[in-house]
């Protein structure tokens, strides 16, 4: 799934074959996709020329594996595209649920307050192997299950013939991102 998401993502633009679908996607989110790809090389390459500065972090592994992958500037690229939207809408949009859902279920905030602020006594003694919190796990897991956090997920294809969607048809063989894009003008 990472793969189909980074691959799609960052060489949709780049390729060749896909550029003949490029008239059903109109130009605003065709230069955005572009502008997205572009901005996801750049921080990418920039953290790369960094260095590491003290602790590890998720790029930090890419690159030690980089040579032994055979991993490009594309493929880095393709990764970074993936962690900029897996680390940002994603988890907005699991804190939002959570919050919304949590205003609406007075108990089960109540019972998370209880478990967060019971279970120490400074911010200190918070580490990763200490803060195991099984409701708000739970709390979390049901977020995700109301409102699942996938930004773009595997493409689904119109069957043969063709299908009307919102009384605009399209051919089989589309997938659901050019369906959607008929509709955003």
Not at 5 to 25: G, Q, R
Request: aromatic share 10%; glycine share 6%.
């Amino acid at each position: 799934m990472v793969d189909f998401i980074a691959y799609d993502s960052a060489i949709y633009i780049l390729s060749p074959l896909l550029e003949k679908f490029a008239t059903y996607i109109p130009t605003t989110i065709t230069k955005g996709m572009l502008n997205h790809v572009h901005q996801s090389k750049a921080k990418i390459l920039s953290r790369r020329e960094r260095g590491e500065q003290g602790r590890k972090d998720f790029c930090s592994y890419l690159f030690e594996m980089q040579d032994q992958m055979k991993l490009t500037d594309w493929d880095l690229t393709a990764y970074s595209n993936s962690m900029i939207i897996a680390g940002s809408e994603t988890s907005a949009t699991v804190l939002s649920a959570a919050t919304f859902w949590l205003c609406r279920a007075p108990a089960a905030y109540e019972k998370l307050k209880e478990e967060l602020r019971s279970r120490f006594t400074s911010s200190s003694e918070i580490t990763s192997q200490t803060a195991t919190f099984p409701y708000l796990t739970a709390v979390i897991n049901e977020a995700m299950r109301m409102l699942p956090p996938v930004a773009n997920g595997p493409p689904r294809l119109v069957p043969k013939g063709g299908e009307f969607v919102d009384g605009v048809f399209v051919p089989g063989g589309v997938s659901q991102f050019f369906c959607n894009a008929l509709h955003s003008d």
